[in-house]
């Protein structure tokens, strides 16, 4: 493992923070009608290089790649001193995930310009600062391996999402934020507890080896000087099943973690912050936190709870995978209730979600891969639909379906494109969702962890997916015109609306006729984790 020199992870984390110093210093009116071409050019330039990270990326190696480690800080705990490290670098599933981040970033800027936000609320040099520190501090989640600096860039992005949402949001903003806000940071104190007590009890914050030194998971998955597992077992490895889930450390720190990335997901019962953030965010806020930010959670899930608790995991696999299948239920009968548009798509997270969660606890290779090119499909596929609810606001400023009807007739080609954007979402086979869902209910068949009946009701989530976005589609886009525009050029596109839209398309197809490109990404990374769990 290389961890010299100035890494391509590094260079593709800090593009961001460069595009965010230069508007620090655009001032006067010339330079701020430049604000959002220097936001939207320096994500391209992310992008870019994400893609040249892709590029030099070998799928056949197991360990993290592109990696650079300097130590950050020493930490003194006890008798021992302990190194807090900047290491950065890139496995297959945080590859694919740093590639959504910065492909769904241009779009978000994209989809701002000629925003009515800005003629209501103005600032909106601050509006392309926060968004790119929202794009710095997410892929910092997804590169970043000493788990104290996560825990910083897990934390700060809470900052940039609360002032999108509570400055430029709608008329309930300043509730919904607090509340995003307040729900994260109550899950975050309970994993930085674990954090700590991982920390001291391993000697190091790092979760993989380098340099020469010994990583968390390592260390979790051997005994310690005093011959003890993290959950106190004896070197006999001695437990009671009855007993594992309250009474031993591992579990109660799985938990501390699990908490966290829960809220993050939303997992089922801890959703109740999404709707009203989605509701209330502006359109890029809502394409981003669909997109990217709602899969830190199941990131973190996969690369932490799985990694570092594995017995954990398996005691508490057929809960959490239990409520994943609530919530693949629950969010989509509750997303058919809604007559309002954006509300409906916000409750279809909850249910498209589910199943990435039922995926990550099959607890094997089929239903990791699946359920990671699922964050991935999410992320494209339900972006694409706030970007439709999005540009819909702009020209009607209502979201209730039935202010709706005969947008088909008024913007044909929106009308098409809106529609692949709801089959891709709905799991068509030939689109991205397809392939996700299905690798799902393959792993979730084939685990030992799990019965039957989770499979039965993961697929009735996927008939009740159509049922609910076919609805949206009929009511929005089918029959008459109900309310005509005043002037006919709102009826068009604008270009950078159409630019918007065609990476998604593309993406949609492309995914779903291709996935081998990305399932080839991944295989190495997943097949590491599910060998912890084979049996």
Known sequence: MDVTGLSLTTITLFLPMVGLFILLFMNGETQKSNLK????ATSVVTFIASVLMWINFDPSVAELQMVQRNTWAEVTLGESVINVSYFVGVDGISML???????????SILCSFGSHIFEERGREKLYYIFLLLLEWSMIGVFVVHDLIIFYVFWEVTLVPMYFLIGIWGSEERIYAAVKFFLYTMAGSILMLIAILYVGNRAGTFSTYSAGGDIGVIERVHSFEGDGTYWDGVGP?????DSGFLFNSVESWLFLGFLVAFAIKVPIFPFHSWLP?????????????LAGVLLKMGTYGIVRFNLNLFPEATVAWAPTIAFLGVVGIIYGAWVSYAQDNVKKLVAYSSVSHLGFVVLGIFALNAQGLQG?????VNHGISTGGLFLIVGMLYERWHTKEMSDYGGIWKAMPLFGAISLVISLSSMGLPGLNGFIGEFTILLGSLGSNYLSFAFTLF????????????LKMYQHVFMGELKKPLADEEGYKLTWYEKAAFIPIIIMCFWIGLQPIVFFNLLDVSVDNIAALFLR
Do not use: K, R
Request: aromatic residues 8%; negative net charge.
């Open 371 to 375: 359920a990671t090119l699922q964050m």
């Open 37 to 40: 071409w220097v936001a939207f």
């Open 97 to 107: 995930l740093v590639l959504l981040t910065t492909f769904i970033m241009p779009i």
């Open 458 to 469: 993961g697929t009735l989530g996927v008939i009740l997916a159509a049922v609910y976005l």
């Open 236 to 240: 006999e490895g001695e437990n009671e």
């Open 276 to 288: 009203d953030a989605h509701v209330q965010a502006p359109t890029a806020g809502s394409v981003i």
